[in-house]
């Protein structure tokens, strides 16, 4: 249930979004799926409605409409609608793989244009001197080299979204075997996200922060600034 998708929207509260959307309703699927309790389907709409919930507020919250939010409560929405009718429980490991993949790719074409996903990211007045480093850029001679090294890095950030594909492809096809719609079915999707957060999630998270080390470090050689230099606003702050 939980993807990258989720993981990658800029929450002020981490600890928060990952209780409301991954621990809360695995616990609802493994707990409460029983005929004593909410039943199959109803147990299902009811943690699914956590981080849909979730995902809407963040949504209204920043005002707009990003690409990797929409796949991720469109993810919710899909899991939800294979539980309810009852398909092939193989459609999880699809919809699972699907979902990062899509998103890799996108960020693999982007590699392709004069706007890698990475200076979207992080080349941008809001983090960076942008004037700054590019006049340090030109009079070293190293814009080139600098848009080589963006590049890279929006192809090593593709890189992480198709391991995390081919991962949730293997994890729920390994997990996720008992009827859709059933009691068991639900314990299974919520041991699926509860396992995706340590050998999916945070695997992904690291190979992240060590791509921006990887153009941090590049950006301080190519440039001659340190990071701090670099930084928008501080020179003012510590000034």
Do not use: C
């Not at 390994?174 to 995706?196: D, H, M, Q, T």
């Not at 340590?198 to 922060?209: G, K």
Request: glycine share 10%.
């Amino acid at each position: 249930m939980s993807t990258p998708a989720q993981s990658t929207r800029a929450n002020g509260n981490p600890l928060l979004e990952t209780l409301v959307s991954i621990v809360v309703p695995a616990v609802i699927l493994m707990k409460f799926s029983g005929p004593q309790h909410l039943g199959p389907v109803p147990a299902l709409l009811v943690a699914l409605s956590f981080p849909l919930g979730w995902g809407l507020v963040d949504l209204v919250r920043r005002r707009k409409v990003g690409f990797i939010a929409v796949l991720g409560l469109i993810s919710t929405l899909l899991t939800g609608g294979i539980g309810v009718l009852a398909l092939d429980p193989r459609w999880i490991a699809v919809k699972e793989a699907a979902v990062p993949g899509l998103i890799g790719l996108a960020v693999l074409v982007s590699a392709r244009t004069r706007w890698p996903l990475i200076r979207m990211l992080v080349y941008n007045r809001q983090v960076l001197d942008v004037d700054k480093v590019d006049a340090q850029l030109a009079a070293r001679g190293t814009a080139q080299a600098f848009e080589a090294r963006l590049r890279n890095g929006t192809l090593l950030l593709a890189g992480t979204f198709f391991f995390s594909a081919a991962m949730n492809y293997g994890l729920a096809t390994w997990i996720v075997k008992s009827p859709a719609g059933s009691e068991a079915f639900n314990a299974e999707l919520g041991r699926l996200s509860l396992l995706s957060y340590p050998m999916i999630a945070l695997p992904s998270m690291a190979m992240t922060i060590a791509i921006l080390f990887y153009l941090a470090r590049g950006a301080r050689r190519l440039t001659g600034l340190t990071l701090g230099e670099m930084l928008h606003g501080q020179a003012e702050r510590t000034g």
